[in-house]
Protein backbone atom coordinates (compact mmCIF):
# COMPACT_ATOMS: atom_id res chain seq x y z
CA UNK A 1 0.00 0.00 0.00
CA UNK A 2 1.85 3.19 -0.93
CA UNK A 3 1.76 6.12 1.77
CA UNK A 4 0.13 9.82 0.71
CA UNK A 5 2.48 12.48 0.98
CA UNK A 6 1.92 16.49 0.35
CA UNK A 7 5.08 17.24 -0.06
CA UNK A 8 6.85 20.90 -1.26
CA UNK A 9 10.75 21.74 -2.50
CA UNK A 10 11.95 25.09 -2.13
CA UNK A 11 15.37 26.71 -2.55
CA UNK A 12 16.57 27.98 0.49
CA UNK A 13 19.34 30.57 1.23
CA UNK A 14 17.96 30.09 4.96
CA UNK A 15 19.14 27.14 6.81
CA UNK A 16 19.55 29.01 10.08
CA UNK A 17 15.94 30.58 10.51
CA UNK A 18 14.22 27.32 9.44
CA UNK A 19 16.51 25.69 12.16
CA UNK A 20 15.76 28.31 14.61
CA UNK A 21 11.93 27.73 14.03
CA UNK A 22 11.60 24.30 14.11
CA UNK A 23 13.50 24.61 17.21
CA UNK A 24 10.98 27.13 18.42
CA UNK A 25 8.33 24.18 17.47
CA UNK A 26 9.72 21.51 19.03
CA UNK A 27 11.31 19.62 16.33
CA UNK A 28 13.05 16.00 17.05
CA UNK A 29 16.91 16.27 15.24
CA UNK A 30 16.55 12.71 13.35
CA UNK A 31 20.35 13.64 12.63
CA UNK A 32 22.98 14.40 9.35
CA UNK A 33 22.67 11.89 6.59
CA UNK A 34 24.61 12.10 3.37
CA UNK A 35 23.15 10.54 0.98
CA UNK A 36 23.36 9.06 -2.79
CA UNK A 37 20.32 8.40 -4.56
CA UNK A 38 20.94 6.90 -7.82
CA UNK A 39 17.56 6.89 -9.87
CA UNK A 40 16.83 4.20 -12.61
CA UNK A 41 15.13 4.37 -16.48
CA UNK A 42 11.67 3.97 -15.03
CA UNK A 43 8.18 3.99 -17.83
CA UNK A 44 6.55 6.21 -15.28
CA UNK A 45 7.19 8.13 -11.85
CA UNK A 46 10.83 7.65 -10.45
CA UNK A 47 12.46 4.82 -8.69
CA UNK A 48 15.80 5.48 -6.80
CA UNK A 49 17.89 3.90 -4.84
CA UNK A 50 19.02 5.67 -1.81
CA UNK A 51 22.05 4.84 0.53
CA UNK A 52 22.86 6.69 3.58
CA UNK A 53 24.39 6.66 7.03
CA UNK A 54 20.61 7.37 8.49
CA UNK A 55 18.05 6.33 5.53
CA UNK A 56 18.29 3.41 2.87
CA UNK A 57 15.82 2.50 0.75
CA UNK A 58 14.40 1.37 -2.95
CA UNK A 59 11.58 3.97 -3.15
CA UNK A 60 9.19 4.28 -6.13
CA UNK A 61 7.26 7.69 -6.70
CA UNK A 62 4.66 9.16 -8.70
CA UNK A 63 3.42 13.08 -8.34
CA UNK A 64 2.73 15.87 -10.81
CA UNK A 65 5.55 18.58 -11.63
CA UNK A 66 3.79 21.46 -9.97
CA UNK A 67 4.97 24.23 -7.54
CA UNK A 68 4.01 24.62 -4.26
CA UNK A 69 2.16 21.39 -1.84
CA UNK A 70 1.55 18.49 -4.21
CA UNK A 71 -0.19 15.02 -3.83
CA UNK A 72 2.95 12.10 -3.70
CA UNK A 73 1.86 8.32 -3.69
CA UNK A 74 5.06 6.71 -2.68
CA UNK A 75 5.88 2.96 -2.45
CA UNK A 76 8.98 2.39 0.19
CA UNK A 77 10.58 -1.03 0.38
CA UNK A 78 13.68 -0.36 3.64
CA UNK A 79 16.77 -1.86 2.07
CA UNK A 80 20.00 -2.57 3.91
CA UNK A 81 22.99 -0.94 2.16
CA UNK A 82 23.88 -3.96 -0.63
CA UNK A 83 25.66 -3.60 -3.72
CA UNK A 84 24.40 -6.28 -5.48
CA UNK A 85 21.16 -4.98 -4.99
CA UNK A 86 22.32 -1.43 -6.93
CA UNK A 87 23.79 -3.58 -9.62
CA UNK A 88 20.49 -5.72 -10.04
CA UNK A 89 18.48 -2.14 -11.03
CA UNK A 90 21.36 -0.87 -13.04
CA UNK A 91 21.94 -3.66 -14.94
CA UNK A 92 18.03 -4.34 -15.90
CA UNK A 93 16.53 -0.59 -15.99
CA UNK A 94 20.04 1.79 -16.15
CA UNK A 95 20.69 4.30 -14.68
CA UNK A 96 19.20 8.04 -15.29
CA UNK A 97 21.11 10.16 -12.70
CA UNK A 98 22.72 10.04 -9.17
CA UNK A 99 21.87 12.60 -6.41
CA UNK A 100 24.46 13.34 -3.83
CA UNK A 101 23.39 15.02 -1.22
CA UNK A 102 23.70 16.06 2.77
CA UNK A 103 20.59 16.47 4.50
CA UNK A 104 19.53 17.28 7.85
CA UNK A 105 16.26 15.44 9.01
CA UNK A 106 13.99 17.18 11.48
CA UNK A 107 9.97 15.98 12.99
CA UNK A 108 7.37 17.33 14.28
CA UNK A 109 4.51 14.90 14.33
CA UNK A 110 3.95 13.49 11.35
CA UNK A 111 5.67 16.43 9.54
CA UNK A 112 9.57 15.76 8.05
CA UNK A 113 11.66 18.68 7.84
CA UNK A 114 14.66 18.46 5.32
CA UNK A 115 17.33 21.03 5.26
CA UNK A 116 19.48 19.76 1.83
CA UNK A 117 22.92 20.57 0.66
CA UNK A 118 22.73 18.69 -2.85
CA UNK A 119 25.78 18.73 -4.72
CA UNK A 120 25.76 20.82 -7.63
CA UNK A 121 22.55 22.42 -6.88
CA UNK A 122 23.01 24.54 -3.86
CA UNK A 123 20.61 24.52 -0.49
CA UNK A 124 16.95 23.50 -0.16
CA UNK A 125 14.05 23.04 2.36
CA UNK A 126 11.52 20.10 1.46
CA UNK A 127 8.56 19.55 3.77
CA UNK A 128 6.62 16.45 3.83
CA UNK A 129 3.25 16.07 5.60
CA UNK A 130 3.44 11.60 5.79
CA UNK A 131 -0.34 9.83 5.98
CA UNK A 132 1.25 6.25 6.71
CA UNK A 133 -2.59 4.79 7.64
CA UNK A 134 -5.00 7.21 5.73
CA UNK A 135 -6.24 8.46 9.01
CA UNK A 136 -5.34 12.09 8.61
CA UNK A 137 -6.26 12.80 4.85
CA UNK A 138 -4.98 14.91 1.80
CA UNK A 139 -6.52 18.45 2.87
CA UNK A 140 -5.32 18.29 6.41
CA UNK A 141 -1.76 17.03 4.95
CA UNK A 142 -1.83 20.42 2.44
CA UNK A 143 -2.52 22.57 5.47
CA UNK A 144 0.16 21.66 7.51
CA UNK A 145 2.29 22.06 4.13
CA UNK A 146 0.98 25.34 3.77
CA UNK A 147 1.59 26.51 7.05
CA UNK A 148 4.83 25.87 7.43
CA UNK A 149 5.39 27.63 3.95
CA UNK A 150 4.14 30.64 5.59
CA UNK A 151 6.26 29.68 9.05
CA UNK A 152 9.89 29.38 6.99
CA UNK A 153 8.91 32.55 4.58
CA UNK A 154 8.98 30.25 1.76
CA UNK A 155 7.68 32.31 -1.19
CA UNK A 156 6.54 31.53 -4.42
CA UNK A 157 9.40 31.91 -6.32
CA UNK A 158 11.28 29.99 -4.02
CA UNK A 159 9.03 27.06 -4.75
CA UNK A 160 10.78 24.35 -7.06
CA UNK A 161 8.26 22.03 -9.19
CA UNK A 162 10.53 19.06 -10.15
CA UNK A 163 13.16 16.57 -8.21
CA UNK A 164 16.96 16.77 -7.52
CA UNK A 165 16.99 14.58 -10.00
CA UNK A 166 15.62 16.24 -12.84
CA UNK A 167 17.07 19.51 -11.80
CA UNK A 168 20.45 17.73 -12.41
CA UNK A 169 19.47 16.55 -16.11
CA UNK A 170 18.45 19.90 -17.24
CA UNK A 171 21.84 21.58 -15.62
CA UNK A 172 23.62 18.47 -17.85
CA UNK A 173 21.78 19.26 -20.88
CA UNK A 174 22.71 23.36 -21.05
Not at 27 to 54: M, N
Not at 93 to 114: A, T
Not at 121 to 144: H, N, S
Not at 146 to 160: S, T
Request: overall charge negative; glycine content about 8%; some cysteine.
Amino acid sequence: MPVLNIEIKARSAAHEAIRARLAEDGARFVGEDHQVDTYFDVPRGRLKLREGTIENALIFYDRADEAGPKRSDIWLYRAAPDPALKALLTAALGVRVVVDKRREIYFIDNVKFHLDRVEGLGTFVEIEAIDETGAIGPDRLRAQCEYYLRRFGIGPDDLVSVSYSDLLERQAAG
